[in-house]
């Protein structure tokens, strides 16, 4: 049995609370939030041990195990923590708002030898791994484009008093819809190198985006774009579509199906036919322990404990990875506040630039 | 309890399959007359019951019905609460102090519960969840409402935390206030019943997927299997035809073959499939 500490009762938390509080194989010990009201419920009606400070429940419990699902401020020091003390970690993500803190958890966990996994639950959805296969064989031939696009309701009004509608807490459609959208990027295709034409806009919110476009640059000439946007609500949930072109064809994907156009004259060794062919989640779909929401939630969380089991230390989420899209964030934000070209109407003008500072493309840091 | 229920996916762009699909069908019934003319069509062909989330359209349907009393005489409707997505927006937008005071009518409740902090005492979180229900159930006044389904995220959000006594408050105010029959819609079946009899409700509803691909029945589909056979319980297939998957004849005739389950609920888009299915499920049903 592994015992499990969680610390942050918020959607997440609560979340997986119920996920690993019916794992087979593992043991939820304690809980912890901040939130007393919601401690004191808790404990009345399941029993847990709850805390208030997570150092307490560190000292208190013998955990082999914790779950980070606060806001992104406080990964940092949480996740610090609980790697000095050797324990596995699987943390929320947005992983770290300061990207140099972010890959140096990543070190550090490498270090202490330990499993970390950062919720990235996409790279747990059986569509994204049908595509992962189909791409990693080749099936479109040389990709050159890349769209990611994610869509949903998270600030239809002009209001906001959580802490999503800070930037320094890890607010803002950037860390929350467009996190999720570059990570799928950089599971299916691999990490963008450069980003240009960022643009963060607000629409309801005061202080922070609530909607992202930029385009992305990889190595090998490929290009890709991201529009995210948490204003929608012609969406009942985020939704999420990845569209991938290469010389061979198209692909279309989300949670729920794979789509391929396969060129006639591609002759692909690996795609199943050529023209369209539709792929639903009932083809690849999972049988998971338990279900709340869907398969990926569930799925995540047996991989990190299975890893942990098993001594596994590769994760297909892990700290390294999810710093790398950090990168890819920070570099965004900087852009953000790079020169535009402006629409020359006839008259001669320079450079317009929202900060006066100079170039186009901000280089994605990491290694 | 009904053999064939009608239920409302459908009208609320949720597609398991297509993101596509479930746009064409949010758009197709954005205009409520296409609602309204499809569960026509389905209470004309003899399903009477009308299985629905507490979306906030629902509140549109209900309103015509209570205008037409004659019209649909029979008509039941079977809730299904809470529309989740209305409060998990709400606390993303607002934080849970904050969404739950949106939600409770009286403002009594809540002040009561953050006053008591650690020590908050049990009445008061069941006079708020009792709150909850009536707030959910306002749509439906004046209407039948023979049995009440809590929805699958909060079932087995609670049943995964472990708050059974939720589903005894659930249940028993459901009984007093409106006697009705208390419903339970989940994503992972016996272990819901396990718990359901261990806080003693006895002969419980509870609607699962139930489909010959064994999508999304979690436990398995022997596991399932075995519950329907031997446990005591009202079951109701949901999800039979697992987003359409499965060959509708295929795919009844499976669920039929489980000679225990009550009742099947199924959407449909058109006349037709409604038609299609409510006569498969009839034919297999007498086999």
């Known amino acids: 049995m592994l015992n499990v500490g969680l610390i942050g009762l918020g959607k997440m938390g609560l979340s997986h609370f119920a996920i690993v509080n019916t794992h087979p194989a593992v043991k939820l010990v304690g809980v912890c939030d901040s939130t007393s009201y919601l401690c004191g419920i808790l404990h009345k009606y399941t029993g847990i041990e709850v805390f208030s400070n997570y150092r307490e429940m560190l000292d208190k419990k013998s955990l082999d195990a914790v779950i980070i699902a606060t806001p992104s401020r406080f990964h940092g020091e949480m996740v610090r923590e609980a790697l000095n003390r050797g324990l596995h970690v699987f943390c929320e993500k947005p992983f770290c708002l300061d990207v140099y803190d972010g890959l140096d958890l990543a070190e550090l966990a490498e270090r202490k030898g330990v499993v970390n996994q950062v919720g990235y639950h996409y790279r747990f959805v059986g569509a994204f791994n049908a595509a992962k296969r189909l791409l990693d064989a080749h099936a479109l031939g040389r990709l050159h484009h890349v769209r990611v696009e994610a869509y949903g309701p998270v600030v239809l009004r002009p209001k906001g008093a959580t802490w999503r509608s800070k930037g320094s807490e890890g607010g803002g459609c950037l860390y929350d819809y467009a996190c999720h959208a570059i990570d799928i990027v950089n599971y299916l295709v691999g990490r963008p190198d450069a980003v240009s034409g960022t643009v963060l806009n607000r629409i309801f919110s005061r202080d922070v985006d609530d909607e992202v476009y930029a385009t992305m640059h990889f190595t090998d000439g490929m290009t890709g774009m991201i529009a995210a946007n948490w204003s929608d609500d012609s969406l009942r949930r985020m939704s999420t579509q990845v569209t991938l072109w290469g010389t061979n064809g198209r692909m279309v994907v989300d949670r729920q ?9 591609a002759g692909s060794a690996v795609a199943a036919k050529e023209g369209w062919d539709i792929r639903h989640t009932t083809d690849f779909h999972s049988d998971v322990w338990y279900y709340l929401r869907g398969e990926e939630y569930s799925a995540q969380l047996d991989y990190f404990f299975q890893c942990i089991v098993e001594g596994r230390r590769e994760n297909i989420s892990s700290f390294e990875s999810a710093a790398q899209t950090d990168c890819v964030v920070s570099a965004m934000l900087q852009n953000a506040g790079e020169a535009w070209r402006q629409v020359d109407s006839g008259a001669r003008s320079p450079t317009l630039s929202p900060n006066g500072s100079g170039g186009f493309l901000s280089a994605v840091m990491g290694r | 309890m009904d053999r064939i229920l009608f239920g409302d996916n459908q009208f609320f762009g949720i597609n398991h399959m297509s993101e596509e699909k479930a746009r064409a069908q949010a758009i197709r019934f954005a205009d ?43 008509l039941e409707f079977y809730p299904c609460m809470p529309y989740a997505h209305k409060y998990a927006n709400a606390v993303t937008e607002h934080g849970t102090m904050e969404a739950l005071k949106r939600f409770l009518p009286a403002e009594g409740a809540l002040s009561a519960l953050v006053r008591g902090g650690v020590s908050v005492a049990r009445r008061d979180v069941e006079g708020m969840a009792r709150l909850l229900i009536d707030a959910e159930m306002k749509m439906f006044n004046g209407l039948k409402t023979p049995v009440i389904f809590l929805q699958n995220v909060v079932t087995d959000l609670l049943l995964g935390m472990g708050i059974k006594d939720a589903f005894r408050i659930f249940a028993d105010h459901v009984r007093d206030r409106y006697k009705a029959e208390p419903g339970f819609i989940t994503m992972n079946m ?55 998957a499965i060959n509708p004849r295929e795919a009844i005739e499976y669920v039929c073959r489980q000679k225990d389950i009550k009742s099947i609920v199924f959407g449909a888009s058109s006349k037709s499939n409604i038609l299609n299915t409510k006569r498969l499920i009839e034919e297999y049903s007498v086999a």
């Open chain 2, 32 to 74: 409520i007359q296409e609602i309204i003319d499809l569960l026509d069509a389905a209470y004309d062909s003899g399903i009477h019951v009308f299985m629905c989330t507490t979306h906030d359209r629902i509140a549109e349907i209900c309103a015509h019905v209570r205008l037409h009393p004659e019209r649909y005489s029979k």
């Open chain 2, 190 to 244: 016996p272990r819901l019943l396990d718990v359901l009899e261990e806080v003693g409700i006895e002969n419980p509803i509870v609607c699962a997927n139930i489909n010959k691909l064994g999508f999304r029945m979690c436990g398995g589909i022997e596991l399932y299997e075995k519950a329907i056979a031997s446990r005591k319980f009202r079951p109701v297939a949901m999800s039979v035809l697992a987003s359409g």
């Open chain 1, 257 to 265: 199906e794979v789509k391929t156009f396969i060129r006639a004259a």
